[in-house]
Nanobody, 120 residues
C-alpha cells in the first residue's frame, strides 16, 4: 500500500520559515517525480514546486521562486520543501504528490496534506 505522509506544517509569522517533509512508503521512490501543491481556501489547487526522478531537476511557480526550495533524499524516500520569507498569501494546505515515470507513467499518489498558516 502506497502512503505519502506530510509533516512540518504549522503557524508562522510573515517572514518566517518552515520545512515540510513528505515520507513515501510502498513505492519505488527514486522512479517518481515529486511535487508539492497547495490549495488556499476558495482557490484551485496549484503546483508549487517539482523535482524530477533521476537528475533531480527542479521547477517552481513564479510566486515562490527564490523563497522555496524543493529537495529529495532517495535513501530516505523523502521529499522536502524549505520555505523562507513566508507571506500571508502562502497560507494553504500543502500536498505532496508522486508521479510515476517511464514504465510507471500514469501512477499518481497524493498525501493527505499539511496546513501552513502565515499570519501575525
Amino acid at each position: 500500500q502506497v502512503k505519502l505522509v506530510e509533516s512540518g506544517g504549522g503557524f508562522v509569522q510573515p517572514g518566517g520559515s518552515l520545512r515540510l517533509s513528505c515520507e513515501a512508503s510502498g513505492l519505488s521512490f527514486s522512479f517518481y517525480d515529486m511535487m508539492w501543491h497547495r490549495q488556499a481556501p476558495g482557490k484551485e489547487r496549484e503546483i508549487v514546486a517539482s523535482i524530477t526522478a533521476g537528475d533531480g531537476s527542479t521547477d517552481y511557480v513564479d510566486s515562490v521562486q527564490g523563497r522555496f526550495t524543493i529537495s529529495r533524499d532517495n535513501a530516505k524516500n523523502t521529499v522536502y520543501l524549505q520555505m523562507i520569507s513566508l507571506k500571508p498569501e502562502d497560507t494553504a494546505v500543502y500536498y505532496c504528490h508522486a508521479r510515476g515515470r517511464g514504465l510507471l507513467a500514469g501512477l499518481n499518489y497524493w498525501g493527505q496534506g499539511t496546513q501552513v498558516t502565515v499570519s501575525l
